[in-house]
């Protein structure tokens, strides 16, 4: 099975099987699947939106424009829009200096409004807390295993 890296304001589109990995902390992670077309997705988003941004070059980092790229490119290897469903990790807020400033809070409202205005249901998440998670998203049965330093790990 090929594990496929998807950094920081990166998403990677996949044929299953395969096991897609990123690390997030205040950013999140969206496993996007459409069982039907065996086909799933990872994105790493960094920030919630790109309306407003001064810098528009990376348009991966934001929640609303990569969830955008990621259901399009989804759409253009055969899945229906209508089967896709996601899972959804991270959002932490990292350090105490930077919660008043609650990027990984906003970046999770922000991942879960354009899911909503796309229709796609979350079917599982593990967002917040304080803490780093590391996912593997196994496409082929849609299992999103969420690993962390402070707990076990986790399979949605």
Known sequence: MTNVIVR???????????????????????????PGAKIGALAHILLPSIVG???KDVPLKFADSAIEI???EMIKKGCSKKRIEAKIAGG????EF???????????E???NKLEEYNIPIVARDVGKNYG???EYH???????????LKEVLKI
């Open 8 to 34: 920081i304001a990166d998403s990677a589109v996949v044929h299953n099987p395969a096991v897609l990995v990123t690390i997030v902390g205040s950013c999140v992670g969206i496993a996007l699947r459409d």
């Open 53 to 55: 941004s001064k810098n």
């Open 70 to 72: 990621t259901v399009n």
């Open 92 to 95: 932490a807020s990292m350090f």
């Open 98 to 108: 930077s919660s008043s400033m609650k990027i990984g809070e906003r970046n999770v």
């Open 110 to 112: 922000a991942v879960v």
């Open 133 to 135: 998670r590391t996912l």
């Open 139 to 149: 496409v082929e049965t849609g299992v999103l295993h969420v690993k962390s330093a």
